[in-house]
């Protein structure tokens, strides 16, 4: 082998080179690109995540209101009637009381 052959294939030996890096600096920059958008991606799901705990947290709040709204319903609606069934059986033991004496 002569030395222009020598020379010849070590050019064609480093441009399969130059072309296996500009391969592998493609491969590169798209690896770098999916991984932005995972991180994006990561970011996204953490903000709805931090949404649904707000969500969750004005239900919770929700709820909170709708049982008070419930009791004060049900304490103004019953209270009057509670209060005479009371009066009832104090008036009826007192009466039992009285009869006894």
Known sequence: ????????????????????????TKGM?????????????????NELYRELIKTNERMTELYKDIQKINLDWLDIFWRPWLSKEQEKRDNTQTEGEDKKH
């Open 29 to 45: 920059e798209r690896i770098n690109q999916l991984y932005t958008e995972s991180i994006k991606n990561v970011e996204k799901t």
């Open 1 to 24: 082998m002569t030395s222009a052959n020598m020379y010849n294939e070590f050019v064609r030996y480093f441009e399969r080179m130059g072309e296996l890096y500009k391969g592998y």
